[in-house]
């Protein structure tokens, strides 16, 4: 079966640190992966999104940047934190090969909470 | 920009009640889906729908995808306190990344 890690699940950094969060995905093989931010208690917003090795797109310009140096590992980054970077950071995968919508759907990582202080 | 806008934003009712949440958009999407969302988790799929007018049920859960296909409701029949949580709905279009875009969100209570 197929399982979703992401870590860490929570993080207190200071404003001007880097940043480095990390997802791998099991028991699949070239799957889309995208990175979304959360606020509290609402909607998700889409950050990037990629849909091969070294293919990222970025949806909202600003200081993260993302990387995806193997098929199945989903890396965010900063090289120096904002206050406004603050947030809940979701993971997810979905299948990559062509397929109808019927089945389709995202499998999310149990999320990190960072704080920047 | 595709956007989806879910109503109501909060919603707290008894146990045994009905409720219905919606999601409009002006956009066409090829599906919609449904998620709920625990606190300090990620949100987890309950359903998709992709052909207009189409109805899914889910237990008490019951899943509309408007004729048009752009909007959807979640009706929830005799809510329980495990019902309790955020409700997502998100649309997805054609294109090879099957990016999804995501509704505000109805912060479910249900008090027992």
């Known amino acids: 079966s197929q399982t979703i890690h992401q870590w860490p699940a929570t993080l207190v950094q200071p404003v001007g640190s880097p940043l480095s969060l990390e997802c791998t995905v099991e028991g699949t093989s070239n799957p889309n992966l995208y990175w979304y931010r959360q606020a509290a208690g609402r909607g998700l917003q889409l950050l990037f999104y990629s849909v091969g090795i070294g293919q990222i797109s970025s949806e909202v310009p600003q200081n993260l940047s993302a990387s995806r140096p193997q098929d199945r590992q989903f890396i965010l980054s900063s090289k120096k934190l904002l206050l406004s970077d603050s947030g809940f950071y979701l993971c997810a995968w979905s299948v990559g090969i062509l397929t109808g919508w019927s089945n389709y759907g995202y499998t999310f990582g149990s999320g990190t909470r960072l704080t920047v202080v | 920009t595709q956007l989806l806008e879910q109503s109501p934003q909060f919603l707290s009712i008894q146990e045994g009640e009905n409720l219905t949440v919606y999601c409009n958009s002006s956009?066409?999407?090829?599906?919609l889906q449904w998620y709920r969302q625990e606190p300090g988790e990620g949100p987890v799929l309950l359903v998709t729908v992709v052909t207009g007018g189409e109805v899914k049920k889910l237990k008490r859960l019951t899943f509309q995808f408007g004729d048009a296909r752009k909007d959807s409701s979640l009706h929830i029949t005799a809510a329980q306190p495990g019902d309790t949580g955020l409700y997502l709905c998100a649309g997805g279009s054609s294109g090879s990344a099957r990016q999804l875009t995501f509704g505000s969100g109805t912060q479910l209570t249900v008090l027992p």
């Open positions: 956009s066409v999407f090829s599906s």
